[in-house]
């Protein structure tokens, strides 16, 4: 008789709801202000072309910019190729565009344009691509 009163106490306990409503989840979208394609571009090409650039930085700004999801414009990768050549660092140069290479990833047709736009600064600073030094097959 006890338990069987015991157990109506516990089913009506269990069954009751609560009083309460959970909160709803609330986005904090931030407010700060969001950077154009043109500010990012000009942000990297200062940042390249700063005359007291070492190679460290120069290798912490390449690390930086090939961990983003996006292949760097042209005119980026223009301006670390020239800091490479103030820096007097050919292997840096060489890996920027193995790294540009990587980043196009299965899109075929980015790599031969951004050596066909950087042909001429790769001509100036006399900088061979990969393919031409025939380390791509490796």
Request: include cysteine; proline fraction near 6%; glycine fraction near 6%.
């Amino acid at each position: 008789m006890i338990s069987a009163a015991v157990m109506r106490g516990i089913g009506t306990l269990t069954r009751t709801r609560a009083a309460f409503t959970a909160p709803l989840a609330v986005r904090c979208y931030s407010h700060a202000k969001v950077e154009t394609d043109e500010e990012f571009d000009s942000r990297w090409v200062t940042y390249f072309s700063k005359p007291d650039l070492d190679t460290w930085e120069l290798r912490k700004g390449m690390n930086t910019l090939i961990g983003y999801d996006l292949v760097p414009e042209p005119k980026i990768l223009d301006s670390a190729l020239r800091a490479c050549r103030r820096l007097n660092d050919l292997a840096s140069a060489i890996r920027i565009l193995e790294a540009v290479k990587d980043k196009s990833g299965p899109h075929k047709e980015i790599y031969p344009y951004v050596i066909q736009e950087l042909r001429p600064t790769l001509q100036e600073l006399g900088i061979s691509t990969p393919e031409e030094l025939g380390i791509h097959k490796v």
